[in-house]
């Protein structure tokens, strides 16, 4: 698939089939992801894919919509504060290093013709414990992953115009 539809194919999925997610696109998932920069290249992540239906279920208490139960695989992903590069000021750019890798991530599985839809709506404390997640590491984001039940209508954008600016 070229990539620029792949960017317009990728939405966030809200459905899920139960059918289980191939191996082999999950190595290739995860392959985008390692290639995703970071600054530095500190890469200070780390990913788990997870299939284990009781892991999933209790990834489900700390989330309140219903419909990440259905994905065969939720994506955890995992930031360390503590290792990665420091603005000028002092602060962790952590997220910003998660959400490059999370993109690829959901890029990769639009590629794959699989569905996902980044979650942050949760309380990261509660998450760690759930997931026995210890410091320096804290759960940044998750994502339900799966081959879609649904085909939501693209969502309506700005004008490129308001968003995206040449200057000369």
């Avoid at 999925?13 to 997610?21: G, L, N, Q, T």
């Avoid at 990769?108 to 949760?122: D, N, P, S």
């Avoid at 760690?128 to 039940?149: F, R, T």
Wanted: hydrophobic share 45%; with cysteine.
């Amino acid at each position: 698939m070229e990539f620029y539809d792949v960017v317009k194919k990728r939405k966030s999925i809200r459905a899920y089939k139960s059918d289980p997610v191939d191996k082999d696109a999950l190595r290739r998932i995860g392959e985008a992801v390692n290639l995703a920069p970071s600054a530095c290249n500190i890469q200070p992540w780390c990913f788990r894919i997870i299939l284990n239906s009781e892991i999933r279920s209790s990834i489900g208490t700390c989330y309140k919509n219903e419909w990440i139960k259905q994905a065969p695989v939720i994506v955890v992903a995992l930031g360390n504060r503590d290792v990665a590069w420091k603005r000028l000021e002092g602060g962790s750019i952590i997220d910003i290093d998660i959400g490059i890798a999370m993109e690829h991530l959901v890029l990769a599985a639009a590629a794959e013709g699989l569905g996902t839809c980044w979650i942050c709506a949760y309380d990261v404390k509660r998450m760690n414990a759930v997931l026995g997640i210890l410091p320096p590491w804290d759960v940044l984001a998750i994502s339900p992953l799966g081959k879609p039940a649904e085909d939501p209508e693209a969502r309506k954008r700005k004008p490129v115009t308001e968003v995206f600016r040449i200057i000369e």
